[in-house]
């Protein structure tokens, strides 16, 4: 990115307060970058985490694999989920408070003794796969603002710093050289102011 600037001390000043603005924001821009990574990685532990204990509940009841064809699917719904909104490192993120279900009534003495177990699984396997979604949305929430962040980590710090700072220095050197021409300027003017004062001297004494 080209830093646009003219060769004037206003442009140097304006320059100079933009890389200050910069130089400021970058140790707390790298901060935010870095808890971000750590929550992504959290985030992330935490729907794997979710999706091993799902597995390891199905497996746990492998036995009633068999007894699934008997079972009415629609004897269990899920209703309504409560979310809240959480903030991380300043990113909003839902969180699961609770899962209500809707449960068809059924004949608990006529019903085989396997029932309230499974209705008990479903609600469970539900729950648990609802949480590892939530923990899914919120990594990748996480994450699409950690890339972001070090999207601009990369900007001030490759980019806009090393910018404005050639910018500045180049601005400097270009005043720096037009100090030293006026300056050689003045001198060269006084010289030959100097030679033709002389020069009158010498020319009045020979005329006297």
């Known amino acids: 990115m080209a830093i646009k600037f003219q060769y004037n001390k206003t442009s140097l000043g304006e320059l100079g307060k933009q890389l200050k603005i910069r130089e400021k924001a970058l140790p707390t821009i790298k901060s935010k970058e870095a808890a971000l990574r750590l929550e992504v990685k959290k985030a992330k532990r935490e729907s ?37 909104e959480v903030r991380i490192a300043g990113v909003r993120l839902p969180e699961l408070e609770k899962v209500i279900f809707s449960c068809k009534e059924y004949e608990l003495f006529g019903a085989e003794a396997w029932i309230p177990d499974g209705i008990s699984l479903l609600k469970k396997m539900a729950e648990i796969g609802l949480r590892s979604l939530v923990a899914t949305e919120k990594s990748d929430r996480l994450e699409f603002a950690r890339k972001k962040t070090t999207q601009k980590v990369n900007l001030y710090e490759k980019v806009q ?48």
């Open 161 to 208: 710093i090393p910018g404005y700072k050639e910018a500045i220095l180049k601005i400097k050197r270009f005043m720096e050289d037009e100090e030293n021409l006026s300056k050689s300027s003045q001198k060269i003017v006084k010289s030959r102011h100097d030679a033709q004062i002389a020069a009158q001297a010498v020319e009045s004494g020979v005329t006297q």
């Open 48 to 84: 794997d985490d979710y999706r091993k204990q799902l597995q390891e509940l199905i497996d746990s009841y492998d036995y009633m694999t068999s007894l699934w064809g008997e079972f009415d699917s629609g004897m269990i719904t899920v209703e309504d989920i409560t979310l809240k």
